[in-house]
């Protein structure tokens, strides 16, 4: 989607999580949602959802778990484009899908909700397993960075940061403790699925990832519309000033910022462009097919429930 890697070559990276689907089985979604809007649903605390004919109340993990999703209705839609500004990342054409019905988180996944992850689990991230992982320089110390003498080739503001993680984005000397409503980031994609799999979820494919992302529009470069900063608005944390010098942080954001912030779309999404990268189930691919597809997944790695 031409839009979104417009974003990614301009944003500030710094690490990665996942946005989780819950893909709707036969008539095992939430029904109460077909029958009032989310808004009457989400914020009441008195309401139900029933999924497979049991009722959960409105302390029920399961509640829990949809009121911070959006269901996107099946149909057909359009990704991709003809235009394309970043061609070798893959961005065209533009071409049909056809996809279910599937519910999708409204936020990313935050600190908070991955520490409950790990504290149920004792799951260990691959970044700690490795020893550790990269970080954008501009976020680092100067004694930090004195210590690292290897960078990515194509992309050197990406170093190399010991015992960088999830709960240490920039390494030891640093932790997530006014962070907890921040993107988790340092989490791989497996990781991401294990997460999902927790949650009982699963990593949207790319082609819902995008519909999503869309919001309903067609043929614009953002969420909300053509323009990145209608009514002088800043829609999503990005960078400002000369990448990767100098960050003006005209936003409000050096770094991440909360998942709550920057609703971006018709859908209800918040920085599904900005802030920090997605994952999706499926490979990435550069070259795509101009004909229709249904439920589309590339090549490789799917992971399903
Ligand atoms: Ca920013
Ligand atoms: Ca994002």
Same mark, same amino acid.
């Given at each position: 989607m031409i839009l979104l890697n417009y974003f990614y070559k301009i944003q500030i990276i710094i690490g990665y999580y996942c946005l989780c689907v819950n893909a709707e089985k036969d008539n095992a979604y939430?029904?109460?949602?077909? @029958?009032?809007?989310?808004?009457?649903?989400?914020?009441?605390?008195?309401?139900?959802?029933?999924? %497979? $004919?049991?009722? #959960?109340? /409105?302390?029920?993990?399961?509640?829990? @778990?949809?009121?911070?999703?959006?269901?996107?209705?099946?149909?057909?839609?359009?990704?991709?484009? %003809? $235009?394309?500004? #970043?061609? /070798?990342?893959?961005?065209?054409?533009?071409?049909?899908?056809?996809?279910?019905?599937?519910?999708?988180d409204k936020f990313e996944v935050s600190n908070e909700e991955f520490m409950a992850f790990i504290n149920a689990t004792g799951y260990v991230t691959e970044a700690e397993n490795f020893g550790d992982s990269f970080v954008f320089e501009g976020l680092l110390t100067q004694s930090t960075k004195?210590?690292?003498?290897?960078?990515?080739?194509?992309?050197?503001?990406?170093?190399?940061?010991?015992?960088?993680?999830?709960?240490?984005?920039?390494?030891?000397?640093?932790?997530?403790?006014?962070?907890?409503?921040?993107?988790?980031?340092h989490v791989s994609w497996y990781d991401a699925v294990a997460y999902c799999s927790w949650m009982e979820k699963r990593l949207p494919t790319e082609a819902e990832w995008e519909v999503a992302c869309r919001g309903g529009l067609?043929?614009?470069?953002?969420?909300?519309?053509?323009?990145?900063?209608?009514?002088?608005?800043?829609?999503?944390?990005?960078?400002?000033?000369?990448f990767s010098t100098e960050n003006t942080e005209e936003d409000g954001y050096k770094g991440t910022s909360p998942v709550t912030t920057f609703s971006q779309n018709k859908y209800g999404l918040h920085n599904i462009v900005g802030n920090v990268w997605e994952w999706t189930a499926d490979w990435w691919i550069t070259k795509h097919s101009h004909d229709r597809q249904i439920n589309p997944v590339s090549m490789g790695r799917f992971y399903h429930l």
């Open positions: 939430c029904q109460c949602m077909s @029958k009032l809007n989310r808004q009457s649903i989400f914020h009441s605390l008195e309401e139900y959802c029933v999924v %497979n $004919n049991v009722k #959960f109340n /409105a302390t029920s993990v399961k509640f829990e @778990k949809m009121k911070k999703m959006v269901k996107i209705n099946a149909g057909t839609y359009f990704i991709g484009t %003809n $235009n394309p500004i #970043f061609s /070798a990342d893959g961005e065209a054409p533009k071409r049909e899908v056809v996809l279910n019905n599937f519910y999708i004195d210590k690292i003498h290897k960078a990515v080739a194509q992309a050197p503001w990406w170093l190399p940061v010991k015992q960088a993680s999830w709960q240490h984005p920039e390494g030891p000397n640093s932790n997530i403790i006014f962070r907890m409503d921040h993107p988790v980031v067609s043929d614009r470069l953002y969420p909300w519309g053509n323009k990145l900063m209608p009514n002088n608005q800043h829609r999503a944390n990005i960078w400002q000033g000369n």
